[in-house]
């Protein structure tokens, strides 16, 4: 029987294997390891190809969204706005910065919604922090409306958006700042921890460059507090040579998501997420693709029976679902869509067979 796991560690290691092995034994046979060459050429790689004036290489995403905030001076009193639906991490860099993060209910297309968003809004709110959710990027007009109309800062979670745009903008370039994550699983994935901030304001990002490296600036002279949260030279090495290739990864993941658009699309019981072409004004790259399920738990132990695996992001939990960390908010929208989540294989090591073997035992769930 076919066999389409929902992400394959090995195989992100083996497709490759002898041109990494060659990039690492290169690197290290040089002594490259910390704040070297191919740090500091895939940082303006990266600016170059998400159309930004600085990028700066650090540990991980989580790490970059604690240092833009604590950069930008966020602290004890301030309250930042998020969505539900993202990562712990968003939350938790918003509290390492000693700030509160207030969720806010998604909309229809499973982003964090404007009008929410603004009901939230009180003397205490600091800044917007909109995850890009999945690698698509919110209506960010919207957004910036809303900044500009209350005087806040703007800064994205555009960890799993690399390359998506709205309105040919790319993610991470909006606001003050944004982060880019190179988790394995991520769309430009490493081999281990890596991640990037993204900014356009120089003085910032001067000041970035010294908390990602015990408050040394370029000269080696401390300017300020900081922490260790570099990025390693040799992942910088092997994400050059991703970042390279990373054009065909887009189109078949948007092509991976035109099969489940197509084949899913009459089946009552599922809701999609919006499809490759739906919009002029989003480039969509697919880190995910997530559905609604009627009957949800049914249908993930269907398709384990038929070797298909599937996920429910976040382990189930949008953040005002962590009572243990004294949220309470009754969030509708959120609650409907994590009752009925799921996200099916989105990865390019699977093929067009087994994209269609996914949909078809998907229909034959419902049509039994
Ligand atoms: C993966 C992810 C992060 C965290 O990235 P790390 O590099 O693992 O710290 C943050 N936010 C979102 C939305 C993510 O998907």
Redesign the pocket.
């Known amino acids: 029987m076919r066999k389409v796991p929902f992400f394959d560690y090995p195989q992100h290691w083996l497709r490759d294997r002898e041109d990494m092995l060659s990039i690492i034994d290169k690197t290290a046979s040089q002594g490259g390891f910390i704040m070297q060459e191919d740090l500091e050429l895939f940082e303006k790689e990266l600016a170059d190809y998400v159309n930004c004036s600085f990028s700066l290489g650090v ?7 604690e240092i833009y905030l604590q950069a930008l001076g966020v602290g004890h009193g301030d309250e930042i706005i998020i969505s539900a639906h ?5 939350a938790s ?1 918003v509290v390492m910065a000693g700030a509160k993060p207030v969720p806010v209910d998604i909309g229809e297309d499973n982003l964090i919604c404007s009008e929410s968003i603004e009901k939230s809004i009180n003397q205490n709110t600091v800044a917007i922090m909109p ?3 999945n690698g698509r990027t919110c209506d960010m007009e919207n957004i910036q409306h809303l900044t500009e109309k209350h005087s806040l800062l703007l800064v994205e ?5 690399l390359g998506s745009k709205f309105k040919g903008k790319s993610a991470g370039t909006f606001g003050s700042a944004g ?5 394995p ?2 769309v430009v994935g490493c081999f281990g ?3 990037s901030i993204l900014t356009n304001d120089e003085s910032l990002f001067n000041k970035m460059y010294a908390i990602r490296d015990h408050g040394r600036d370029k000269d080696g002279e401390v300017i300020c507090w900081g922490r260790n949260s570099r990025l390693d030279n040799i992942q910088a090495a092997i994400l050059r040579s991703k970042l390279d290739s990373y054009d065909e990864v887009i189109s078949k993941r948007r092509l991976v998501a035109t099969i489940y658009d197509e084949r899913l699309n009459e089946i009552n019981e599922i809701k999609l997420p919006p499809g490759p072409n739906d919009s002029e004004h989003h480039f969509d790259i697919y ?1 995910n693709y997530e559905i609604e399920a009627e009957d949800r738990d049914s249908l993930k132990e269907y398709l384990e029976k038929n070797n298909v695996g599937t996920l429910i992001q976040w382990g189930g939990k949008a953040i005002n679902h962590f009572k243990n960390l004294g949220f309470d908010q009754n969030l509708p929208n959120t609650k409907r869509f994590f009752d009925n989540c799921l996200m099916l294989p989105m990865n390019i090591f699977i093929d067009d067979d087994d994209v269609h073997y996914v949909c078809d035992k998907i229909i034959e769930f419902y049509r039994r």
């Open positions: 540990a991980n995403a989580t790490d970059a969204m993202t990562m712990l991490a968003t860099a995850t890009q959710l979670d555009s960890a799993q958006a982060c880019i994550s190179f988790f699983a991520k921890d890596a991640g880190q």
